[in-house]
């Protein structure tokens, strides 16, 4: 299947230390993106790559894409408690309407 | 800013009953999603519409159909309802086929 696959599972960090996911997918995308979500509540679009791009940046967030390892990381900077939630990758096909997530990473960030 | 609006927020049914989700997108978005999230899992694509016409099929089942009206609003329809169908059941629009999704807060299905 196209979901993208994310490790770790889950993640405990302190304040203030960087927090890195990863997303790996298994063909060829158009863009790939990443979602927040609380628990319980809608999903929040962070951040969008596409596929000719290698490496983003929005605040504290950066992404990078390789599309040769079909493969993405997210890194969150400083982090803060109220980053405490979960992160997901989803990966659109070319030419297709359909976004698919990934199995989430559910990070916890202690005070 | 308008973001999407699902209702109910919350729905409570019986096994074997029918149930009835609806979603408003965001104005002038041309595709809708629907996405089913069972406890602790990821979200799970059901169906997308593009322009009111089906776009995309995913895991939906054979006893769920659901369609975009002439004013977007999108409508998804439960049949024969199963325990298993307990979920967060997520609309999301977007502008284009592919782009930044902007999700709804979700519909609460409990079925008992």
């Known amino acids: 299947s196209q979901q993208g696959e994310e490790d770790p599972q889950a993640l405990s960090i302190q304040e203030g230390e960087n927090a890195t996911m990863n997303c790996s997918y298994k063909t060829s995308i158009n863009n790939l993106q990443w979602y927040r979500q609380n628990s319980g509540r809608g999903l929040v679009h962070l951040i969008l790559i596409r596929s000719n791009e290698r490496e983003k940046h929005s605040g504290r967030l950066r992404v990078t894409l390789d599309t040769s390892k079909k493969s993405s990381s997210l890194l969150i900077t400083a982090s803060r408690a109220a980053d405490t939630a979960s992160y997901f990758c989803a990966t659109a096909y070319h030419n297709n309407n359909d976004m698919r997530f990934g199995a989430g990473t559910r990070l916890t960030v202690k005070p | 800013a308008a973001g999407v609006i699902q209702s109910p927020r919350h729905l409570i049914k019986e096994k074997r009953e029918t149930a009835t989700l609806k979603c408003y997108p965001i104005p002038r978005h041309d595709t809708v999603y629907w996405y089913q999230q069972g406890p602790g899992q990821d979200p799970q694509f059901l169906i997308s519409f593009y322009e009111k016409m089906q776009s995309d099929k995913g895991s939906i089942p054979d006893r769920f159909s659901a369609q975009q009206f002439s004013d977007y609003h999108s409508e998804l329809n439960m049949s024969s309802l199963e325990l298993g169908d307990s979920a967060l059941y997520f609309c999301?629009?977007?502008?284009?086929?592919?782009?930044?999704?902007?999700f709804g807060e979700g519909s609460r299905l409990t079925v008992l």
């Open positions: 999301a629009s977007s502008q284009g086929a592919v782009g930044e999704l902007f």
